[in-house]
């Protein structure tokens, strides 16, 4: 990879940017994501390996309400739309778990199904719940290289902020096929 200071510059000479104003919108273990327009983030990636899987899979879910859009990347940098919203965890924190959220949660479960992810998983933090109480992810990993057939940190998020409960009642009364799936999995990688 590049040095940090060759690919910032590279950057800045090609979008006209200068990261030192832009808004540090936050870190990972992966990268740096500044805002650089209304619409729009850069990732400034750690390693190119990451960089490059992260964009093959937004590429591949591009088109998907879920997912914020990919405008570019190269081994260093994503641009991709900028998803403004609270992290799902938070948000449960703050406003509980109604029935039109779970429906919403297992929508975007049922997406992955729908774009052949091998990873039907997802972190409640990297979900977004937008203004309008949409959903979009953040952050996908692993979503075409990992084999989880359930969304199994999700349970145990949900689990972890008291909220599962309700989760599993709402599958088994409207969706009694996933519930049988899903909560057998669940039930069997939870230590007794
Ligand atoms: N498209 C986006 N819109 C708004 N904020 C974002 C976006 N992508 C990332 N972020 C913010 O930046 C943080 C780090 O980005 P993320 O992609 O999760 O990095 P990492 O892969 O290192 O975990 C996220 O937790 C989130 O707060
Ligand atoms: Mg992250």
Not at 49 to 72: A, M, V
Not at 96 to 109: F, P
């Amino acid at each position: 990879m590049k040095d940090k200071c060759t690919r910032n510059l590279e950057y800045e000479n090609n979008y006209g940017l200068n990261l030192n104003q832009c808004k540090l919108l936050g870190m990972g273990n992966h990268g740096k994501v500044y805002l650089i327009a209304s619409d729009r983030v850069i990732k400034v990636c750690k390693d190119s390996k990451s960089c490059i899987y992260e964009s093959f899979i937004l590429t591949r879910t591009n088109g998907s309400k879920y997912f914020p859009k990919i405008y570019d990347y190269d081994e260093h940098f994503i641009i991709r739309e900028y998803v403004d919203g609270e992290p799902l965890n938070s948000y449960i924190k703050k406003n509980g778990l109604n029935n039109d959220l779970i429906n919403k949660i297992i929508c975007l479960a049922e997406e992955f199904y729908s774009l052949g992810f091998t990873k039907i998983d997802i972190r409640c933090r990297d979900i977004m719940v937008r203004r309008d109480e949409s959903l979009m992810v953040i952050d996908p990993k692993g979503s075409y290289t990992r084999n989880v057939s359930y969304p199994r940190h999700l349970m145990k998020g949900l689990n972890k902020l008291g909220v599962l409960e309700d989760f599993i009642d709402f599958l088994k009364e409207h969706r009694f096929e996933l519930f049988k799936e899903w909560i057998q999995n669940f039930s069997s990688s939870q230590p007794d």
